[in-house]
């Protein structure tokens, strides 16, 4: 499987800034993923980054709210924008990839709280 | 809309005993693909086991099993011998078009010494 790496893997950001966190893949990967994990929930997604076209947002997810970029095969950054409490969460990347097709593999996450 | 419904907020199991994890799942699709993912406390998403709808043969890794039934639209998951690596969170999921995945609520497991 891919390796996957993210950053930061925590923060603590006041309500009204941004954050961008970057996922990082050690292979080159068609599909990217971003997911939200609310405090004791399970993932939801938030959208579909491809290279080279714009992200793919999910119902109740705006691209002013999260922008995402992609601009190579092995690289995508999600940006969380004027942040309110209520974006804490862990945010996840994942990547369609490795030897067994329609399979997703997970970064370690970034725990993300607004105060 | 894809739906996954996992009905067990919490299980637990005694070390070396056998757990079955439930799930059910609503699609119109004919071939999916279905996931078991674990969620240890450090919030890494694992890869578990992956069971390919048009193949009627159960998957199997190691410890872990499913058993899959298309019609009645059931993936459990089964863990054998049970370690206390195994406590985690364990989240059911379904890939849906484009490759998204539609993730249950989670099933806490407590492996007990």
């Known amino acids: 499987s891919a390796v996957i790496s993210q950053k930061p893997s925590r923060d603590i950001c006041q309500r009204g800034t941004s954050l961008t966190i970057q996922c990082q893949v050690d292979?080159?990967?068609?599909?990217m993923f971003w997911y939200r994990q609310q405090p004791g929930q399970s993932l939801t997604l938030i959208a579909t980054?491809?290279?080279?076209?714009?992200?793919?947002?999910e119902s109740g997810f705006v691209i002013d709210k999260f922008p995402i970029s992609r601009p190579n095969l092995t690289f995508s950054t999600l940006t969380v924008s004027n942040m309110s409490p209520e974006d804490s969460s862990i945010y996840l990347c994942?990547?369609?990839?490795?030897?067994?097709?329609?399979?997703?593999?997970f970064g370690p996450g970034t725990r993300l709280t607004v105060l | 809309a894809q739906t996954v419904t996992q009905s067990q907020p919490e299980m637990s199991v005694q070390e070396a005993e056998t757990v079955t994890l439930s799930c059910t799942y609503d699609t119109s699709e004919s071939d999916y693909y279905l996931f078991w993912y674990k969620q240890p406390p450090s919030r890494q998403m694992i890869l578990v086991i992956r069971q390919e709808a048009y193949k009627q043969q159960n998957a199997t890794e190691n410890r872990f099993s499913v058993n899959f039934q298309k019609a009645a639209k059931s993936f459990s998951l089964k863990i054998s011998d049970s370690q206390l690596g195994d406590a985690a969170m364990y989240f059911c999921?379904?890939?849906?078009?484009?490759?998204?995945?539609?993730f249950g609520e989670g099933t806490q497991l407590t492996v007990n010494p």
């Open positions: 999921a379904q890939e849906t078009s484009g490759s998204r995945l539609t």
């Open positions: 292979s080159q990967v068609t599909m």
């Open positions: 994942s990547v369609d990839s490795g030897r067994a097709l329609n399979t997703q593999y």
């Open positions: 980054a491809n290279q080279g076209s714009e992200a793919t947002y």
